[in-house]
């Protein structure tokens, strides 16, 4: 042995214990990179506006999706938060009836003439949950939110850099770090766009519809409209069905077959359209099956994160095994 070699066996054990010691924040570093490929073509941009300053301009583009990302994190916490509040008071009913029931009749009469500080002062049970939800977990919280933007920030000043070091050093080869580089992004993309995309609209239509009819927490359960998008044909209809049974229950017959006619002919609609055509964005080389499944497992398995673990890794074993069945046949 040279006195410049390593054994093997130590650089794996090194590099096994470098990826344990980064597994706490993975979630936070994947998100940033899928982050930071949405949004280097704004970088480009600004950096070409400032004349070549690309640290500059990276440090614009994490502001400007900051803008966005903190608006939309704090509105998402409390959506989440009131249809967790949702599902517990529906778990709560012994009968089939009451739980239908208890979907559409509002347990609480709003004051239609409270002032701006008194809407806000009755949300302080809600605010104070997120509280001690954040407390509980402060640490980890705190460093990923610090990870996120500087994540964003360095992959879009040294990601090429980074990226040109990978496949020179990795021991797969050039072309494989390619093919797993593809897949890495294309999933981050085809759940954005393809998954979440047509999710998304159908929660706004079936939240409108909730609205119009009256229905309480309508943003509560437009959010489980979007998490139920993902299950394939009846996805939706989990959702839009109770209510609409439930409004038949206390009297509401017209408003009931009005939600189920609008749920079959728009909301239902909506995915066979909007997903086609969010595809050509974003296609994800998975059936939703597979998607679906390998979500829910890795939320059994990794908790949260595992919405985004499970269809990503799912994704590199399937580009692992054409990899291997390309070699094999060469």
Not at 135 to 147: E, F, R
């Given at each position: 042995?040279?006195?410049?070699?390593?054994?093997?066996?130590?650089?794996?054990?090194?590099?096994?214990?470098?990826?344990?010691?980064?597994?706490?924040?993975?979630?936070?570093?994947?998100?940033?990179?899928?982050?930071?490929?949405?949004?280097?073509?704004?970088?480009?941009?600004?950096?070409?506006?400032?004349?070549?300053?690309?640290?500059?301009?990276?440090?614009?583009?994490?502001?400007?999706?900051?803008?966005?990302?903190?608006?939309?994190?704090?509105?998402?916490?409390?959506?989440?938060?009131?249809?967790?509040?949702?599902?517990?008071?529906?778990?709560?009913?012994?009968?089939?009836?009451?739980?239908?029931?208890?979907?559409?009749?509002?347990?609480?009469?709003?004051?239609?003439?409270?002032?701006?500080?008194?809407?806000?002062?009755m949300q302080g049970d809600r605010a104070w949950a997120i509280i001690k939800l954040v407390v509980s977990s402060a640490a980890q919280?705190?460093?990923?939110?610090?990870?996120?933007?500087?994540g964003i920030y360095a992959m879009l000043v040294d990601g090429g850099r980074w990226y040109a070091w990978l496949e020179s050093h990795?021991?797969?080869?050039?072309?494989?770090?390619?093919?797993?580089?593809?897949?890495?992004?294309?999933?981050?993309?085809?759940?954005?766009?393809?998954?979440?995309?047509?999710?998304?609209?159908?929660?706004?239509?079936?939240?409108?519809?909730?609205?119009?009819?009256?229905?309480?927490?309508?943003?509560?359960?437009?959010?489980?409209?979007?998490?139920?998008?993902?299950?394939?044909?009846?996805?939706?209809?989990?959702?839009?069905?109770?209510?609409?049974?439930?409004?038949?229950?206390?009297?509401?017959?017209?408003?009931?077959?009005?939600?189920?006619?609008?749920?079959?002919?728009?909301?239902?609609?909506?995915?066979?359209?909007?997903?086609?055509?969010?595809?050509?964005?974003?296609?994800?080389?998975?059936?939703?099956?597979?998607?679906?499944?390998?979500?829910?497992?890795?939320?059994?398995?990794?908790?949260?994160?595992?919405?985004?673990?499970?269809?990503?890794?799912?994704?590199?074993?399937?580009?692992?095994?054409?990899?291997?069945?390309?070699?094999v046949q060469a």
């Amino acid at each position: 042995m040279k006195d410049y070699e390593i054994p093997a066996a130590w650089v794996v054990v090194l590099v096994i214990a470098a990826c344990l010691l980064m597994a706490p924040f993975a979630g936070w570093i994947v998100l940033a990179a899928w982050l930071s490929g949405f949004a280097r073509r704004l970088h480009a941009r600004i950096a070409h506006r400032l004349h070549g300053h690309v640290h500059l301009a990276a440090i614009l583009t994490v502001a400007l999706m900051a803008m966005v990302l903190v608006p939309l994190g704090l509105v998402l916490t409390l959506l989440i938060m009131d249809a967790i509040a949702l599902i517990g008071q529906l778990a709560q009913s012994d009968q089939f009836h009451s739980v239908l029931v208890s979907l559409v009749q509002q347990h609480k009469e709003p004051n239609p003439n409270a002032s701006i500080g008194e809407l806000i002062l009755m949300q302080g049970d809600r605010a104070w949950a997120i509280i001690k939800l954040v407390v509980s977990s402060a640490a980890q919280i705190i460093i990923g939110l610090v990870i996120l933007p500087a994540g964003i920030y360095a992959m879009l000043v040294d990601g090429g850099r980074w990226y040109a070091w990978l496949e020179s050093h990795a021991p797969v080869g050039p072309r494989v770090v390619r093919r797993f580089a593809e897949a890495f992004t294309e999933t981050g993309r085809g759940m954005m766009f393809g998954i979440a995309g047509a999710g998304m609209l159908q929660a706004i239509v079936a939240t409108g519809a909730f609205l119009v009819l009256g229905v309480p927490q309508a943003f509560a359960l437009g959010l489980l409209v979007l998490i139920f998008s993902i299950v394939p044909l009846i996805g939706t209809g989990l959702v839009w069905g109770p209510v609409a049974a439930g409004l038949a229950l206390t009297g509401r017959v017209g408003a009931a077959l009005g939600l189920a006619i609008f749920g079959i002919a728009v909301i239902g609609t909506i995915d066979n359209l909007a997903r086609p055509w969010l595809a050509r964005w974003g296609k994800l080389q998975l059936p939703t099956f597979v998607v679906l499944v390998s979500m829910f497992g890795a939320v059994e398995l990794v908790g949260g994160w595992g919405i985004l673990f499970g269809p990503l890794v799912v994704r590199l074993a399937k580009e692992a095994l054409e990899v291997r069945r390309e070699a094999v046949q060469a």
